[in-house]
């Protein structure tokens, strides 16, 4: 049965006056938190606190769990009594799987079982959950989308905007899922420029972790030094590339109480996700790192190399080393860099060139895949021109670290 125009409004009205009930609205403590967290005058500061909060419990936590007790479980207990089982002592076996012979912790012995295992389990599974447990609270309680509408302004300037977000928080826990949340942004555009700068400038939260361990009190150094380049280079790749950035339109969902399974499932599946696809390569990246040390590969290609990282970019030509493990793990390369000689100022440095080094093995395949969506042109695209994007950002800003420092006398 047709209806005319005037039928189909008669229709609603009368479907109307049976389902809606009307009624005085009531402003609730709900609502004005909500308008309050996304004002830009009250807002910013309570983004800052929670951002504030984020940082203070992510690094009390894995500092709480890694150093009140897996470094006591496997520094006092675990290596000792390795050292003393594992057959074949100073063999090539033994130096891969147990490591240094001499080595009394495990951050030194750079054996598969031992710092492979430590770096794993006792240093970043702890980040992981301390980061992944705050980020769910944040996502389920309807902070996120706020925190877009307040960063909206900052990411248009660099051609993307405030829904950016999202990924940039992801990827400071792991950078596959924030490649792939890059899918949520309108434009071809803002996809590639958020999957290329967040795999450069963005550390993950198990590179992180391992971070506050090594240099705790210069990570915000190295924090300043990537969010620069971050806004810089992002500048620059918005006025290069073609493309439009569209304006945000996002649904701001209501503040609600997260709920502990949610949150529990969430978790748990994050993690699994960290056992299945991390530990292996940072194994791998032991083993790969050992092997090439004890066929004098690793020595060959640290002389080939030493006139660029010494020259240019002011570190140890040992530094090669954990450049190579990067390619597999950031976390297992900056684990590297505290077993060798350095400065404070070359220690970050370094920390930063890992930082910006090619993104680990697992975001590089994520990265090929996200262009494949787009055909064999996709693909060539987001691999082509996020390496020469990485390429000359490794040069040009991890020369500028160097050059900072010389001008502060310091190098």
């Known amino acids: 049965m047709k209806l005319t125009v005037d039928e189909r409004w008669d229709l609603i009205d009368k479907i109307t006056k049976q389902v809606v009930k009307y009624g005085e609205y009531k402003y609730t403590l709900k609502d004005a938190i909500a308008e309050l967290t996304v004002k830009p005058?009250?807002?910013?500061?309570?983004?800052?606190?929670v951002l504030y909060g984020f940082w203070a419990f992510f690094g009390a936590f894995a500092g709480f769990f890694t150093d009140g007790f897996f470094v006591k479980l496997f520094d006092n207990h675990w290596l000792p009594w390795l050292q003393g089982v594992f057959p074949g002592k100073g063999?090539?076996?033994?130096?891969?799987?147990?490591?240094?012979p001499k080595a009394d912790n495990c951050f030194e012995a750079f054996g598969v079982l031992t710092s492979g295992l430590f770096v794993a389990i006792g240093v970043v599974l702890p980040a992981i959950i301390a980061f992944y447990l705050f980020l769910i609270i944040l996502e389920d309680s309807g902070y996120l989308p706020r925190l877009a509408v307040l960063i909206d302004t900052v990411l248009h300037k660099i051609g993307l905007h405030g829904f950016a977000v999202v990924p940039m928080i992801l990827?400071?826990?792991?950078?596959v899922p924030a490649v792939v949340a890059t899918r949520t942004l309108e434009t071809k555009k803002q996809r590639f420029m958020m999957a290329t700068l967040l795999a450069i400038f963005i550390p993950c939260g198990a590179q992180l972790g391992i971070m506050l361990e090594v240099i705790p009190e210069y990570v915000g150094l190295v924090m300043i030094y990537l969010l620069a380049g971050f806004f810089i280079f992002g500048f620059i790749l918005n006025k290069l590339i073609p493309g439009r950035s569209p304006e945000i339109l996002l649904d701001i969902p209501p503040y609600q109480m997260p709920i502990a399974r949610n949150v529990r499932r969430k978790l748990w599946a994050r993690v699994k996700s960290f056992f299945t696809v991390a530990v292996p390569f940072?194994?791998?990246?032991?083993?790969?790192?050992?092997?090439?040390?004890?066929?004098?590969?690793?020595?060959w290609l640290a002389n080939l190399l030493e006139p660029?990282?010494?020259?240019?970019?002011?570190?140890?030509?040992e530094t090669v080393g954990p450049l190579i493990a990067a390619f597999l793990r950031k976390d297992l390369a900056v684990a590297q860099l505290s077993a060798i000689e350095m400065t404070t100022y070359q220690l970050v440095t370094s920390v930063v060139l890992v930082s910006l080094y090619?993104?680990?093995?697992?975001?590089?395949?994520?990265?090929?895949?996200?262009?494949?969506?787009e055909g064999?042109?996709?693909?060539?695209?987001?691999l082509f021109g996020s390496l020469l994007a990485l390429i000359t950002v490794v040069f040009l800003w991890g020369g500028l670290v160097h050059l900072i420092w010389i001008i502060l006398g310091v190098a």
């Open 41 to 49: 005058l009250t807002g910013i500061p309570i983004a800052i606190a």
């Open 91 to 100: 063999g090539w076996l033994y130096y891969i799987f147990v490591g240094d």
């Open 171 to 175: 990827s400071l826990g792991c950078n």
């Open 282 to 299: 940072v194994l791998l990246g032991v083993v790969i790192v050992n092997i090439m040390y004890l066929t004098g590969f690793l020595d």
């Open 308 to 317: 660029i990282l010494c020259g240019w970019f002011g570190v140890p030509k």
């Open 358 to 373: 090619f993104p680990c093995v697992a975001t590089f395949a994520m990265l090929i895949k996200e262009g494949r969506e």
């Open 376 to 382: 064999l042109k996709g693909v060539l695209q987001y």
